[in-house]
C-alpha cells in the first residue's frame, strides 16, 4: 500500500497534506491545554461546556433545517442553490411584523403556542413561496445550461433578493418580540441550567428532521423524488412528472428553510436583510460535512458543525493564545468546509461525488 | 449617422478648449487665505453637508443629529447672511468603510464650506483626514473618541471640532458611577472594534482600576456577530459583577439577551454608553433589557425643553437619540463664524476664507448653546458636558435618569 | 407539444407579471427615489418612467404574442393588458389608503401614491393609473403595429431623450467650465433635466438620423463609400481624438468624476485578473477579494509607519507586494487543483471570507492593524511629485491598465493561453493532450493574483489607508459581474462591464441604493438572455450567432453554451 501512496503522491498532496496536519496538530495541541493544563483547565466549569455543547446543538438544529434545503436540491438538480441562504432570511423578515403585531395586541400572553404556529406557519409559507418562484423564474430556464451559468444566476439572485427585502422592509432594527412563556430555564441536578428556548429549538428541530426524512424516504413523493435524482430520464420514461417534482422538492427545502428561520429567531431575535448570508454558507458547510445528497447526514454535519463552532473558540483558539477568538468562530465554519472539500468531498454519509466529472 | 455626429462633437470639444482658455475671466477678490476662498455669487446657497449614519441598525443616531441640525436651519430662517442654506450630506453607516465613501463623496465637492459630522468616531478617523484636506470645517455632535482631538495624535486634524463630550470624562464618569453607586469591585468590558467603544472602555477600565476595582478581562466582538455564546462565557469564568459594553446596534442588544442566557451571567449587572442610547434597544433587547444601564450626556434647561417641543411637532415623535441638541449648536456655531469671517463684496457676493472659517471656530468662546456654554480648545473638544446615567425599563423609551438624581 | 395559450391567458398573465413588478420597484422605494430626477423638467420624471416601464413592456410583449385578427382587435387587447397592470397598481392605493402599509413597508409612502395618482386623491385617483395604462397600452399596441422602420425610429429617439435626461449632471459638470460653447450647450437644460423644446429636437433630429439610416448595410455607410486612404485617415484620426479625450479626460470631468475613474480604473484592473481566471481557465473563483486584500495590506505593512514594520516608498513596496500576492495565489490555488465547478467555487469563497476575518481580528491586528485598519499608507511618488489627487492618479491607473490590458492579450494568444482555454474546455481532454494542468492551473491562479494584487496596492495608495471592512464578497461579487457583462473571456468586455456596473451606478446617484438588486437583476437577466455578454470573445460569438436564427424571440432560452461544453 505504501508503494501505491509514493507512485500517487504529488508535490500537491505533500503540500496540502502538510497544512493539514499541521493545523490539526495545533487543534490538538489546544484541545489539549483546555482539558489538562493549567490555568485553562480551570477556566470553564463542567457546566460551562455542557451549555457550550446544548446551545452548539440549537445552533446545529438551525443548520441542520437549511442543509436540508441545498441537500435536497443538489440531489435532484447537481447544482448548489446558493440563493437558498436568501430563502431562509425572508421566512423570518416578513414574519416579525406578525409577531410583533400578534406580541402588541397581547396573545403572547395570552396564546404563546397559537401565536408561535402563526408566525412560523407565515415563515414557512413565504420561504416557500420565495423557493418556488426563483426555481420558476431563474432555474427552470437554465436546466440544460453547463454548471457555471445556473451557479451564477444563484448568486444574482442571491443577491436580488437581499437587497429587495432590505428595500421592502428597511435598514434598520426588526426584533422579535420575548415570549413570556419561553423565558427562564430548568435546573437540573440543582446546578445546571437547561434554557427554555434552546430545548424548544432542539426539538423542533429533531422533530422536523424526522418528518422531512420520512417524507423522502417513506411517501410516494418522496420516492418519485429519489428517482429523479437517480436519473431524470428513467424517472421521466416511469411517468414521473419531473417538473412538478423538481416543484416540490424546492418547496419542501424552502418550507424547511421557513421553518429554520423561526428556530433562528428564537435564539437571535434580531433579524434583517443580511442573516441569510452566513449561515446560508454554514448550512451549506454542513450539508457537505455530512455527505450532499443524504438527509441524516445534513443532520449529522449540522450538529457537529455546530458544537464544533460553539466550543470551538473556548476549546481550541483560546488555549492557544489567539486573543478574542470569538471574532474568528465563523472561520471555523469556514475551515471545515475547505477542509471536507479537499480531503474528503464525498462527507461522512454521502456517496463520492466530486471525483467523478461535476 | 454616429461617426459623423462624433466627428462634429470631438471637434466642437477642441474648439471649446481653446475658446474656454481665452474667455473673459471674472475679476477677482484677491484671496489671501492660506487654504482657499469659497465665492457664493446672489442667489446661491451656502452649502453645508452633514455626513452622519441615518441608513442601518444604528440610524437613530444619525436621523436624530439631522432633526436637529433641521431644526436648527429652520431657525435661523433657512438662510445665513441673506443666503439660502443648501443642506445634503451622505449616510455614513457608523463604519470606517462608510466614513470612507461618504467622505471621498463629500470631499470631492468644493462648494461645501463645512461638514457637520461625522455621527461615530471610527468614521471620523477615516473621514476627517479627507475632509480636512478638502479645507472644511468639520463640527461633530456625536463623535467622543479622545484620540479626534488629543494633540500630536494621529487621529487628530485640523478643521476639526465637536459639540459632544470627549469620552474622557464620559468612561471616568461611568467607572464613578460603577463603583460608588453601585458598589461593584469586579467587572468586565467588550467593545466592538470601533474607535469609540476600545478608547472608552480602556478609559473606563483605567478609572475603575484607579478607584480600587478589577477588571477580569476586556475583550472583542464584531460589529455583525450575531453569537455572543464564546465571549460571554469567556466573561462568565471571570465571574463579574458588571459587564460594561459600550458599543452600537446590533450587538449591544444581542449581548444583553444573551447574557441572560448564560451560566453565571443571569444577574450580573450590564452597563453601556451612549452609542445604545436608542429606541431600538428595548425593541432588540425585549423583556431582557429590564435593569439595562447606559451612561449618556445629560442636557437640560429650559431652552432645551422649548427645543424638544419644537422637535415633536415637526417630526411627530419626540426626539429618538441625545445628541441633537448637539447637532443643533453644531450649526449654530458654524454660522456663527461664517457670520463673523465672511467678506461681502457690494454686489451681493460673499467670500469665505476657508482658514480664518477655522480660525474663527476654534476661537469660539462662551457661546450659549441649547447643551451649555460651549468654548472651544485649540484641539477641538468644545462641551462642558454634564453626563447622566439611565436605565431602560421594559419597552419603554426613553430610558429614566437615575444618576446623578435631581 | 403543448397547445398556444388563448389570448385571455396571454394577457392576463403578462398584465399580471407587469403589475407586480410595477408594485415592487414601488415598494422597494426606486420610484420615489428616482422621482426626484427630471427627465424633462417639470414634465416627466425618471420616478414615472420606472414605475410605467414595467407595465409598458409587459404589455408590447403580450401582444407580440397573440394572434389578433385585426388591427382595433390587437389594440384592444394591449389597452387590457395595460388596464391589468394599472388595476394592480390602484389595488395598492387603494391598499394603502385604507391600511398602514407603512408600518411593514416602508416606501407605502403618501408620496408613493401621488407619483401612482399622478396627485388626485383617492378616490377618484384609483382610476387614474388604469385609464393611463390603459392608454400606454394602446400606445404600446400602436408601437407594434407600426413598420419596423418606424419604431426603431421611436424608440431610438426616446432612448437618446432619456439618455440625455439622465446624463444632465454629468454633461454639466463637463460643460461648465467651456466659456460660450458651454453656455449654449447649457440652454438645452432646465434645473432639473431638459427642458421640453430642446427634448423635442433632440427626439426630432434623433428620429430623422434613425430613420434615414435604417436598413443601411455595412457597404452603405458613409465611411466604407470613401477611397481607401481616406478610410485610413478617418480611422486613424478618431482613434487619435478617442485617445486625446481618454488623456484629457480627468480634466474635463472635474474631481468628482475623475474619482468615479478611479475606481472604474481600478475595478478594470480586477476585472482583467479575474477574467484570466474565469474567462480564459475556467475556474470559477468566489474568493477574489482576498488577493485584492494581500495586496492592500502589503502595501500598508510595507509602507505606513503605524504598523512599524518597514517604511518603504509606494514604488519601492510594489514589487515586493505583488510577489506576496502572486504568492498567495499559488498557496490558495494549490489545494483547489482538483476541485472543479461548483466546489471549487465554494471552496474559494471560503478562502476569501477567512482572509478577510483574519484581517479583521483582534489576534493580528500588530500586523494588520485590525478592525480599525490601517493608515498613513505611503501615496506614490516620483521624485517630488506626489501621486495624491483623483486626477493624477487616474494616469497611474491608466498606465497600470495600459500594462495590464497588453499582458492579458499577449497571454491570450500565447502557448499558456492556449492551454487556459484548453482546460477550459475540457480538462480530461487537456490533461490527455498533454498540457500540465498542474502548472496550468497555478499559472492561471497566480497571474490573476498578481492583477488583483496590484489593484489592491493601488486602492490602498489611493485612500491612503486600508479597512477591513473594504475587503468583503461583495467585491467578489462585482468584479465576476463585470466580467460576466461584458462578456467571459473576453478583454473588451471587462471594459464594457466596469462601466455599465462601476461607473453608472455612481453616476447617477440616487441609484446607489439599488445597486446591487441591479447587480443580481442583471446577472440573472444576463444568463438567462445573453449568457455569452455585451462584447463576446469573437469566438464565442461566432460559434453562438453561426447557430441562431435571426429573430430570436424574446422567450428564455436555455443557455446554450457559457464556458465552451456544449
Redesign the interface.
Known sequence: MLRNLRQRA?L?DI??WG?GIFIGIMLIIGFYRAIFVPPYNAKYTYFTWADLIVKGLALGGVYALIAMGYTLVYGILR??NFAHSEVFMSGPFTAV?LANALANAGYYEKNPLLSLILVAALSITVSMTVAILLER??YR?????????????A??????????FR????SGIFAYPTIPALQGSWTLFGVFELYKTQVVVITFAVIMMFILFYIVQWTKIGKAMRAVSEDKEAAALMGIDVDRIIVFTFALGGASAGAAGILYALQFPVVNAFIG?VPG?KA?TAAVLGGIGSVPGAFLGAMILGVLESLGPNLFLDPLR????S??K??IA??I??FI??FR?SGILGERM??T?? | ?S?????IV?V??????V??A??PSTPAYTCTDKIGCVTIKPGDPIHIAWALVVAGPNETLGVDSRNGIEIAIDDAGGKILGHAVKFDGQDTGC???GG?AAG??LA???TIIAVIGTSCS?EA??AE?LFSKAGFVTVSPSNTAPDLTEAGN?NNYPGYLRTAHNDKVQGAKAAEFAWNVLGVKVAATIN????YA?KLQQVFADNFKQLGGTITTQL?V??AQTDMSSVLADIASGKPELIYFPIFLPAGPLIIQQAKKTPGLENTKLMGADGLFSPDVPKGAGDDVEGFMVSSPLVTGAAYDAFVQKYTTKFGKAPISIFHAHAYDAFNMVKAAIEKVAVQQPDGTIIIPRQALRDAMYATSGFQGLTGVLTCTPTGDCANPTIGVYEYHKGQYPPTLIFPTK | MQKKPSDWKIVLQFGLIGGAVSV?LS????VVAFDQRYIISNILTFGQITLFAPIALTTYLSIRRISAPTRGKSLLWAALAGTIGGLLLALLVALGSVVNLR?????ATSDLYNIITFGVPVPLGLLVPLVFCAFLGILMGGLYLLTPRWRTTILQASAWVLLFGLLRDLIMTV?T??????TIIGLMFALNGLTIISAAILFVVVGF??Y??YGRKAED???NRLPPQRQKF?RWG?IV?LL??VLLLPY?LG??FS?ILDNTGIYILMGLGLNIVVGFA?L?D?GYVAFYAIGAYSMAMLTSP?LGIAHLTFFQALPLALIVSVFAGIVLG??????????L???T???G??IR??V????LKSFLG????V??IAQPQIGNFVFNT?QSLYYLILVFIAIAGFVAWRLKESHVGRSWMALREDE?VAQAMGINT?LTKLLAFGTGAFFSGLAGTLFAAK???S?P??FN?FVS?NV??LI?IGGMGSIPGVFVGALVLVSAPDILREFS??R??F??????SM??FR?EGLWPEARRKLELHEEAPPEADLE??????????Q
Open positions: 504529488t500537491t503540500v496540502v497544512i447544482m448548489i411584523f423564474v431563474a430556464p437554465l436546466r440544460t445550461a453547463p454548471r457555471l451559468v445556473p451557479l451564477i444566476t448568486i444574482g439572485a442571491s443577491f436580488f433578493l437581499i437587497y429587495t428595500g421592502l422592509y428597511g448570508f454558507l451549506f489567539i486573543n478574542n477568538p471574532q474568528l465563523d472561520a469556514f475551515l468546509l475547505v472539500l479537499i468531498p466530486t471525483q466529472k461535476v | 449617422m461617426k459623423r455626429l462624433f466627428a470631438s466642437l470639444i477642441l474648439a471649446s478648449f475658446l474656454a481665452c474667455g463604519s470606517a468603510e470612507q471621498a463623496k470631492a465637492d468644493p471610527s478617523r477615516v483626514p494621529a466592538d472594534g470601533s474607535l476600545d472583542a464584531d460589529p | 415592487l415598494l422597494v422605494g426606486m408600518a411593514m413597508f416602508v416606501n460643460i467650465p467651456w466659456g460660450i460653447i458651454g438620423f434613425t434615414r439610416g455607410r458613409w465611411i478617418v478618431t481624438v486625446v479625450v474635463l474631481i468628482f474619482d475556467g470559477l468566489l503605524e494549490l489545494p483547489v487543483l482538483r476541485l472543479r465547478g461548483d466546489y467555487a465554494i471552496v469563497l471560503g478562502f471570507e477567512i476575518l483574519l479583521l481580528s483582534d489576534w485590525g478592525p480599525q485598519g493608515q498613513h483623483q480530461d498542474v485612500l491612503g489607508s479597512y471592512s473594504s464578497f461579487i465576476l459581474s460576466i441604493d439599488f446591487f438588486m447587480y443580481g437583476a442583471v446577472l440573472v444568463m438567462l449568457p428564455p432560452q436555455p443557455a446554450v453554451l457559457s464556458t465552451g461544453q
